[in-house]
């Protein structure tokens, strides 16, 4: 499929209830070299756009592994993994490459930007990759992100709160279908780490969607709109928060009875 085919895709893409399914994962597995059991165990699981998902679920239960085959960095073992009408699993290396970057913004626990580049420089990178002047865009973007102070001071001089929101900025830079976001808090203080939320949430009201891994409840159920449970590697509970107060409660439910697994 090419580039124009899976643009008219998105665009034209919903169904009767005039949402638009975004991601469709069907009976996912996915078994890592050497692994004994599988990462994934069976994942069936649609979001549609504009959504604010949160995975939740304890270490080595599978999100990462979910968010790098959505992602489409990785290949599940068996089981289709479908983003905005295109089966991941049908394009080569080449095209997987150019549908992350067209379409995937990615955001990690540790930021990974280029120390040695300035804020700005860092945000402007997927754009250079694309052949996509966007100095302006990355300052409307810092603006907004909170950053335009520090655009020119070298990613390695930066505060971790600083650095997850150049890491936000540049995930946004090429305007991506989809934001994924794994541990985005993982490594920063509480409030820099509300802030980030607060920012995400923000992004997911201007329509956003966005899937987020995070072992933070209160974060989730305060900021996110539907929660996936995720225990040894398959979904065990997919709770939609209409009233975030008493989802809270039931997700802690939920993660209450895992620990005491
Ligand atoms: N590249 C890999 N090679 C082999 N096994 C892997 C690899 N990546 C993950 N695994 C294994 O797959 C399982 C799921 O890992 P995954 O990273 O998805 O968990 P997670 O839920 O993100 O955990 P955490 O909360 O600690 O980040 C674990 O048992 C892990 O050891
Ligand atoms: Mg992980």
Do not use: C
């Not at 890592?32 to 069976?42: P, R, V």
């Not at 990785?74 to 080569?92: I, K, N, W, Y």
């Not at 549908?99 to 700005?120: C, E, K, M, S």
């Amino acid at each position: 499929m090419d580039g124009r085919t899976f643009f008219r895709t998105f665009r034209d893409g919903g169904d009767k209830n005039g949402m638009t399914e975004l991601v469709r994962l069907t009976d996912v597995t996915k078994v890592y070299q050497g692994g004994i059991t599988g990462a994934l165990n069976g994942v069936s699981v649609a979001v549609e756009k504009g959504e604010f998902t949160a995975i939740m679920g304890p270490s080595g239960s599978g999100k990462s592994t979910m968010l790098n085959l959505v992602a489409g960095v990785d290949r599940p073992t068996s089981g289709s993994v479908v983003v905005g009408g295109t089966e991941l699993g049908q394009l080569g290396e080449t095209g997987l490459a150019r549908f992350r970057r067209d379409h995937i913004g990615f955001v990690f626990q540790f930021f990974y930007l280029l120390p040695n580049l300035t804020a700005l420089e860092n945000v402007l990178i997927p754009a250079q990759l694309k052949g996509n002047p966007a100095s302006g865009r990355a300052r409307e973007l810092m603006e907004r992100l909170g950053i335009i102070d520090i655009a020119s001071r070298y990613a390695a001089r930066l505060s971790g709160g600083q650095q997850q929101r150049v890491a936000i900025a540049r995930a946004l830079i090429n305007k991506p279908t989809l934001l994924l976001a794994d541990e985005p808090t993982g490594a920063l203080d509480t409030r820099s780490g509300e802030q980030v939320m607060e920012l995400l949430s923000e992004l997911h009201r201007d329509g956003q969607t966005i899937l987020l891994v995070t072992h933070d409840a209160k974060l989730a159920t305060r900021h996110a709109a539907r929660v996936l449970s995720v225990i040894d590697g398959k979904i065990v509970d997919d709770a939609r928060l209409e009233s975030p107060e008493l989802a809270a409660s039931d997700v802690i439910r939920v993660r209450g009875e895992e620990a005491s697994r």
